[in-house]
Each structure stands twice: as structure tokens, then as C-alpha cells.
């Protein structure tokens, strides 16, 4: 509405770091920086085109529930909802619907996490335990194939799948793909065995566990290694369990979806193909 056309946060950006000398880590991740604000405001850009699209569907009838599913579905704040809606000579209907439906959301998502057991667990069963242990080399592998710069952001683990959320930047490619599952699989194949120790957070950190949640973990923390008879440690991560003992009856993992789950969020869901039997811990 101002004339300007295209993106300008990143140009915007640029003047910005290239004054800001005193900042070394920020000049000398002034390319990547300014790729993340590119993408984030090309991102908003459709966010905005979007909602605004979804408005115009309502004629100018808008509800303050209707305000939430714009926010909730495509990101869109309720304050440009209403901003849009002024500027087009209407006004919001049942504003105080938008808190309502709100309350409703954060209700059901509460329900929905009741009774959740540790590790993202949705029940604590022989087939959930496989699967996170599974979730366990998933990462170890992503990490392998796409560097050090990767940590889980969140799983969620049903008997029939594994939902789970890291950090990068970009859609994984078939090939990455492939070598994460065999990187899995070749951890399956080994017959690893998983070790539990107690370690302090500190020594724990320091001794480059994985872990990503290290201010909410306790001043003692379990820590699982997943170790071959011939040494190779395929996983050692910070966890609270459970686990199967061996991967030996573990079975054949794939990936089943690749996607965005935020901005810079990616999210695989992946399953196993055969259930172990042999005990767990």
C-alpha cells in the first residue's frame, strides 16, 4: 500500500549487519541469515495473500470464530484480519467468538496430550517402544547425512507410526532420504545392543551427548547408547525411555513422508515393518 514491490526486509537486513561490526558471528553468517529472512518474509507474504483471500470469501461477514480458523489454519493474526476488514469498511461480528474458539482449540489439544507417556508417546506398548528406539537412530542418521547441526524439535509415536520434528533449512532430497533409512536399517542389521548409564547433565553435555532439551533435564540423566558387538556406536542420546534391549527383531524401518512441519522445521513420519518381541528397558 506504501509502493513497495517485492521483498525489502533482507535488503533491509544487509544495511543492518554490514554496520553491526561489533557482532563477528553475525557477519560471518550474513548470507545465511539473510536467506532466513528472505524465505521467512516470502513465507508471510503467502500467509498475508492467503488470509486475505479467505476474507474476501466471507463477503465481509466475518466472525470472531472465523477470525481463529484463519489464524489457526493459514497463520493469519487476528489483528490483520481485523485491520483488513476495517480497511474494507466492515467490521468484525461476535468478536469475543474468536476467544471462545480459542479456548476450545487449547482444550482439545490438552485432551488430546492427556495420558501421553514419556519419549512422545501415545501409549506405552511393545510397538511404540520399537519405534522410538527407532526415532533414536532417525536421528543419529539425519545427523550423519546432514550434519551436527540437527536436533529432534518433538516427536509424537503411535503404535502404527513415528511422527518426528528436527531442525533444517531444506526439503530433504530422495537420495538423503535413502541414506538416512540405510543408515537405520544398517543399525537394525548390526544387532545392537542398547546400554543405559547415569551421567551428570554437565558431563553428559560436555561429553557431546545428544540431547536438546538440556534445561529441562534433571541433574542426572539417562543415557542411551546403541552399540554393535563389533564397537560402533550407532546412537547416544539423552532419553528417559523405553527402549528394546537389541535391535535384533526390530525390523525393516522406512519413510513414509518428508515435509515442512515449520519454518525451518522438517518432519518425517516413518514406520517398521515387523514388531520386536524380546523384552524392553
Not at 541469515?33 to 524465505?39: A, L, S, T, Y
Not at 507417556?117 to 522410538?132: I, V
Not at 518425517?268 to 524392553?280: D, H, S
Amino acid at each position: 500500500m506504501i509502493g513497495i514491490q517485492g521483498s525489502f526486509v533482507g535488503e533491509l537486513s544487509e544495511v543492518y549487519i554490514d554496520e553491526a561490526t561489533a557482532y563477528e558471528d553475525l557477519i560471518g553468517n550474513k548470507k545465511k541469515v539473510i536467506e532466513i529472512v528472505n524465505k521467512e518474509e516470502n513465507l508471510f507474504y503467502r500467509t498475508l495473500q492467503q488470509g486475505e483471500f479467505e476474507i474476501q470469501k466471507h463477503k465481509g461477514k466475518v466472525t470472531g470464530a472465523d477470525a481463529f480458523y484463519f489464524y489457526e489454519t493459514f497463520g493469519f493474526p487476528l489483528e490483520l484480519t481485523e485491520e483488513f476488514l476495517t480497511e474494507s469498511g466492515y467490521s468484525m461480528e461476535d468478536k469475543a467468538s474468536y476467544i471462545e474458539a480459542a479456548k476450545k482449540h487449547a482444550e482439545k489439544s490438552r485432551t488430546a496430550s492427556v495420558g501421553k507417556f514419556k519419549g512422545g508417546l501415545a501409549e506405552h506398548s511393545t510397538e511404540t517402544t520399537a519405534l522410538h528406539t527407532a526415532s533414536h537412530l532417525l536421528l543419529a542418521g539425519l545427523r550423519e547425512v546432514l550434519g551436527d547441526h540437527v536436533h529432534q524439535q518433538g516427536s509424537n509415536i503411535t503404535s502404527e507410526r513415528l511422527r518426528f520434528d528436527f531442525n533444517h533449512d531444506e526439503k530433504l532430497t530422495p537420495e538423503q532420504i535413502a541414506e538416512v533409512e540405510k543408515y537405520v536399517n544398517d543399525a537394525i542389521s548390526s544387532k545392537a545392543v542398547t546400554y543405559i548409564s547415569e551421567l551428570p547433565k554437565i558431563e553428559a553435555k560436555e561429553s557431546n551427548v545428544e540431547g536438546n532439551f538440556w534445561d529441562k533435564y534433571p541433574d542426572i540423566v539417562k543415557v542411551y547408547t546403541i552399540k554393535d558387538n563389533e564397537g560402533k556406536v550407532w546412537s547416544r542420546e539423552v532419553c528417559g525411555g523405553p527402549h528394546v534391549k537389541d535391535t535384533t527383531n526390530l525390523g525393516k524401518f522406512s519413510i513414509k513422508k518428508e515435509q515442512s512441519s515449520a519454518a525451518g522445521v522438517r518432519r518425517i513420519k516413518g514406520v517398521i515393518n515387523k514388531y520386536f518381541q524380546n523384552a524392553e528397558q
